[in-house]
């Protein structure tokens, strides 16, 4: 039998930037092609911001419109809660300056740091805080300006990161419609398989080793891949589980969009055929903590999602961490 939920989405929004780079502009500037980068990873475009186009300004626009979906003030959010690892600064918190740049003079306001599982994080965090903290109006932001991070010399990495934000509001649940269950996990003895080397404690940037590009992404693709999918399966199996729930009474699977094997490995194991799979990595590349929220309001959008549909949503990222959730729309 379903868990009745306590926290339900009512509203939510996306943001890109406007510039498209395609597998073609990436052949002018890295040893690559289109047809190797189709065929190891499903993408073939992404959307990359522009010198000096922050995380802040996706933010604003994907809450926003969340907001505007919802038909709630910015001054009714009491909590801001913003999953990334691609901050306008080190501090303060991104999440505080979308605050101010959205009128949200009610609201506490935080990042959370989890890569691509940040959003589902913060949706477990949201619950709480709701649950405990005595929250009501909760604004959820999963966004990242990964281009920032990326070296574009790295063939195996810089062909799989876009830009974007995605957000939802969230409120209390009056009936059986909402968040039904949420699972995060982590792993650290894995952080060394993808991870981000520089500008931190460990790290600093220095003059003799500025040129080093520590500040740029690492990652073991194929240890990346194995863990991924396992973890990513298991995830969405205590999800389930915690809702008394089956696979097969989903009506959508959104699966982190990070590689198409990897979601098409995630499907199989589940039998989910390719219609109740979301997928829009081949237009977004991989978005990392805002690739699920993005999806989300696209697939409300074009009714893939529509009121009765049940969602089981998984993620999976560095750290290792992965996440899951089932929401009842």
């Known amino acids: 039998m379903k868990q009745k939920p306590t926290m339900e989405i009512l509203g939510t929004g996306r943001a890109v930037p406007d510039r498209i780079l395609t597998n073609k502009d990436l052949e002018q500037i890295v040893d690559t092609s289109d047809e190797w980068i189709i065929t190891r990873t499903g993408i073939r475009e992404r959307h990359i911001a522009n010198p000096g186009e922050p995380l802040s300004t996706l933010v604003v626009k ?31 918190a991104t999440a505080c300056v979308v605050q101010e740049l959205i009128g949200a003079v009610n609201a506490a306001a935080f990042d959370i740091s989890a890569a691509c599982s940040g959003f589902l994080y913060g949706m477990q965090i949201a619950e709480s805080m709701m649950l405990h903290g005595g929250y009501r109006r909760i604004l959820l932001v999963g966004g990242e300006v990964l281009s920032s991070m990326v070296n574009w010399q790295d ?38 398989l993808l991870y981000s080397p520089g500008c931190g404690s460990l790290n600093p940037p220095t003059p003799e080793n ?67 799979v979301y997928v829009n990595v081949d237009r977004y590349g991989n978005t990392s903590a805002a690739s699920i ?18 969602v089981g949503m998984v993620t999976f990222g560095a750290g290792f961490t992965w996440a899951a959730a089932i929401v009842q729309f």
């Open 155 to 192: 063939r195996d990495t810089c062909v799989l990161f876009g830009d974007g934000a995605g957000a939802v509001v969230l409120g209390p649940s009056h009936g059986e419609k909402g968040i039904l269950s949420t699972y995060i996990k982590s792993d650290g003895s894995f952080r060394n």
């Open 62 to 92: 994907a809450a926003e419109r969340a907001l505007t979906d919802a038909g709630v003030a910015p001054e009714e959010i009491d909590l801001i809660i913003l999953g990334t690892v691609t901050g306008d600064s080190k501090f303060p």
């Open 210 to 276: 500025v040129g080093q590009m520590l500040h740029t992404i690492r990652m073991e693709g194929r240890e990346v891949f194995r863990h991924a999918v396992t973890s990513m399966s298991d995830a969405l199996n205590q999800a389930l589980d915690k809702a008394g729930l089956q696979a097969d009474d989903l009506s959508l699977l959104i699966p982190h969009q990070a590689n198409l094997r990897i979601i098409e490995a995630v499907g199989k194991r589940f039998h989910a055929p390719a219609d109740k």
């Open 293 to 310: 929220p993005i999806a989300i309001d696209e697939a409300r959008e074009t009714g893939r999602i529509s009121s009765g549909s049940l």
